[in-house]
Structure formats: structure tokens, C-alpha cells
T-cell receptor
């Protein structure tokens, strides 16, 4: 199984809502990533987890809260988002080490009203 | 930290034309190199990758790329494009050894193929 799955595919939320994005992989990868992508722009790294521990937070606002419950799952908890947070949120996973090709999921299209 | 530049912002060409997209990176050490494609409304897919060995890499859908270490370049080519190659193309690099597994992306090139 060389697939990264993400749910939901689409999410519309108000600025006062709390929601979560989910990501799952069964490739045995021990590094997992959250990216934010705006239209026709490259993905921007938000967080990196390595061996279920947060290793990188790219100065992301606290209204985004990542969680890695186990080696296969990655969540992104959303609270009090702003309209400018509307984007495609991509999850990726890779092996840890030299040849860390990242496998991307299909993304969650988030709209904040 | 490494940076990646893609020379072309938007390329428009006709079917059967040849395509070459430039990618240069700035990092003096060893790198892994990738080209990703994103079709309209779809997710990122890996076209090809270079880790080591033969600098001419063949990928999916008839694409190939050549790593020229002396020029810090990893240009993507396809001899004859199809309408279905219309997409956004991203070059990406990560430095090795790396403790943070960061993948640095270029700004992307929009390729439009006219039938």
C-alpha cells in the first residue's frame, strides 16, 4: 500500500468552529508532514513529525494544532481560523533517513467563511 | 538552507512540441532531487526522482530529467507533449544528510498545452 489518505476531501467551516483534518499511511513511514498549498503555488511546510514527535513547526499560528497519535496517523486540529487560511492542506509521509521521498495525500480543500 | 528556482513561470506550447523546464538549486552538498506534477484539481504526483547513480533519470508519462552537478541543475524534458500534460510542475530538493527532512520547492511552472 503506497497511499496516503486524507479526510475529509472538502471542509467548509466558520471562524468560530473547531474541526480536524485526518491523515493516514500504512507504508511504515516514520516521518509525516503537513503542508498548506494555495492555488498555483508550491506547498508550504507547516509541521514535521519524526517518530511521532514534533520536530519542526514552521512558525505556524496556534490556531493550527497538529497531533500524531501513532506512527500511521496524523491529525491537524483547527480552531478560530481566518478566511486567509482557506487552502489545500496536504499530508505527506516518508522514511526517515537519506532517501526520504515524500508521498503526498490528495489533500483537504478547506474553506473558511 | 537550500533554495530552488524554476526559470519559467508559464509555458504555452502546442501538442507534439518538446518541453524543457529549468530547475536550479543552491546547495553545495549532496541532494535528492524531485519533479512533481499537479494536474488541475488534483494532488501532487511524483514524476521522477534522483538520489544517485545515472544522472539521466526516466520517469512516468515519458518524462525524463538530467542532473548536472556542476550547474546545480535538474531540468525536466519531454520530447512530445500531449494536451493531458497541462498541469503545474514543481521541482523540489532536499539536502542530505538532513535532520529535518525539509523538501524545498521551486515556485512552479504552469504548462499549458494547446490541442
Amino acid at each position: 500500500d503506497t497511499e496516503v489518505t486524507q479526510t475529509p476531501k472538502h471542509l467548509v467551516m466558520g471562524m468560530t468552529n473547531k474541526k480536524s483534518l485526518k491523515c493516514e499511511q500504512h507504508m511504515g513511514h516514520r516521518a509525516m508532514y503537513w503542508y498548506k498549498q494555495k492555488a498555483k503555488k508550491p506547498p508550504e511546510l507547516m509541521f514535521v513529525y519524526s517518530y511521532e514527535k514534533l520536530s519542526i513547526n514552521e512558525s505556524v499560528p496556534s490556531r493550527f494544532s497538529p497531533e500524531c497519535p501513532n506512527s500511521s496517523l496524523l491529525n491537524l486540529h483547527l480552531h478560530a481560523l481566518q478566511p486567509e487560511d482557506s487552502a489545500l492542506y496536504l499530508c505527506a509521509s516518508s522514511q526517515v533517513g537519506t532517501y526520504n521521498e515524500q508521498f503526498f495525500g490528495p489533500g483537504t480543500r478547506l474553506t473558511v467563511l | 538552507a537550500q533554495s530552488v528556482s524554476q526559470h519559467n513561470h508559464h509555458v504555452i506550447l502546442s501538442e507534439a512540441a518538446s518541453l524543457e523546464l529549468g530547475c536550479n538549486y543552491s546547495y553545495g552538498g549532496t541532494v535528492n532531487l524531485f519533479w512533481y506534477v499537479q494536474y488541475p484539481g488534483q494532488h501532487l504526483q511524483l514524476l521522477l526522482k534522483y538520489f544517485s547513480g545515472d544522472p539521466l533519470v526516466k520517469g512516468i508519462k515519458g518524462f525524463e530529467a538530467e542532473f548536472i552537478k556542476s550547474k546545480f541543475s535538474f531540468n525536466l524534458r519531454k520530447p512530445s507533449v500531449q494536451w493531458s500534460d497541462t498541469a503545474e510542475y514543481f521541482c523540489a530538493v532536499n539536502a542530505i544528510p538532513s535532520n529535518d527532512y525539509k523538501l524545498s520547492f521551486g515556485a512552479g511552472t504552469t504548462v499549458t498545452v494547446r490541442a
